[in-house]
């Protein structure tokens, strides 16, 4: 994504990963419900998206390390990097991600 300026990384990005030839996840729509027991099935399957990305860019103790987190007028103006209880910067898009078991992270 380009903004004119530099930023730090962007879940915009993430987002089109997630989107990219599926539903974006979730219960796929039924196509016929009374279909007859002998009928083929004609169900399109669920499609799920995973994301991988270094565990430090989704929590961190500085917001600019963080994806959505610099520049700040950027930060604040998504609202992705929020300060929890803990006293860490993270980012609730990627968290909610994490709390779905479609992200994947490791240490570096």
């Known amino acids: 994504l380009q903004t004119g300026k530099w930023t730090g990384p962007l879940s915009e990005g993430i987002e089109k990963v997630l989107d990219y030839g599926a539903w974006g996840g979730g219960e796929p729509e ?55 209880e803990d006293g860490y910067f993270i980012n609730g898009f990627l968290q909610s991600l994490q709390e779905d078991n479609r992200l994947i992270t490791w240490t570096r």
């Open 30 to 84: 039924v196509v016929n419900p009374d279909r007859a027991p002998d009928e083929p099935d004609m169900t399109p399957p669920e499609i799920l998206t995973f994301v991988g990305m270094p565990a430090d860019m989704t929590e961190a103790v500085k917001p600019g390390d963080l994806v959505d987190g610099y520049p700040e007028t950027l930060r604040q103006d998504l609202g992705n990097v929020v300060l929890s």
